[in-house]
């Protein structure tokens, strides 16, 4: 299956300020998604990153929070911007994969808001 | 919208004995339903999923079997080891390429 490097695995920073994660894949895939897993919960789909075009925004979330790039198809990045403590949670990189493999996921960048 | 619901929350198995998870969905038109095992701190991984055009897949000592007239499907852990303990979600794909997850199940076994 797909190598999926996501980086940086965890920060800590300071309230008003934005960090941008990025995920690499090691192939080439057609959709990319990001989540959000807040403490103790579920995985919460934020966006689907398009190649070529803006992405996609699920209810409740919206690009000047999030901005997403898509720049090819073996990478993306999301940013969080303007942070609260209540951003504070593990963002996931995922991707489709062959009918065979499904849908896997990145290590994950856990965030901490001070 | 797409909805998966995912019971029970939390399951707690004697070594050995047997676990089951089950989940319901409510978008008919679903055709994939993955399920993930999450250890703490890392990242969900895949372990055994089923498409609409099948009723049970089995992998070792996961099976998973689906109901698409009850809407409903359900994830079984038979001989189950100390290694099983773990948050397992459920999720339906809903025609959009997106995947939607269940609420989790954080599932102990007792040595």
């Known amino acids: 299956s797909a190598v999926i490097s996501q980086k940086p695995s965890r920060d800590i920073c300071q309230r008003g300020t934005s960090l941008t994660i990025q995920c690499q894949v090691d192939?080439?895939?057609?959709?990319m998604f990001w989540y959000r897993q807040q403490p103790g919960q579920s995985l919460t789909l934020i966006a689907t990153a398009n190649q070529g075009s803006e992405a996609t925004y699920e209810s409740g979330f919206v690009i000047d929070k999030f901005p997403i790039s898509r720049p090819n198809l073996t990478f993306s990045t999301l940013t969080v911007s303007n942070m609260s403590p209540e951003d504070s949670s593990i963002y996931l990189c995922?991707?489709?994969?062959?009918?065979?493999?499904?849908?896997?996921f990145g290590s994950g960048t856990r965030l901490t808001v001070v | 919208g797409e909805n998966v619901e995912q019971h029970p929350s939390t399951l707690s198995v004697q070594e050995g004995d047997s676990a089951v998870i089950k989940c319901t969905y409510s978008?008919?038109?679903?055709?994939?339903f993955p399920w993930y095992k999450q250890e703490l701190g890392k990242r969900p991984q895949l372990i055994i999923d089923i498409r609409s055009n099948v009723g049970e897949k089995k992998d070792q000592r996961i099976a998973v079997t689906l109901n698409k007239t009850a809407k409903h499907f359900s994830l079984h852990i038979t001989e189950t080891q100390p290694e099983d303990s773990a948050v397992y979600f459920c999720a339906g794909l809903f025609g959009n390429e997106k995947l939607t997850f269940g609420t989790g199940t954080r599932l102990t076994i007792i040595p």
């Open positions: 995922s991707v489709e994969q062959t009918y065979l493999y499904g849908y896997t």
């Open positions: 192939s080439q895939v057609t959709m």
């Open positions: 978008d008919s038109a679903s055709n994939y």
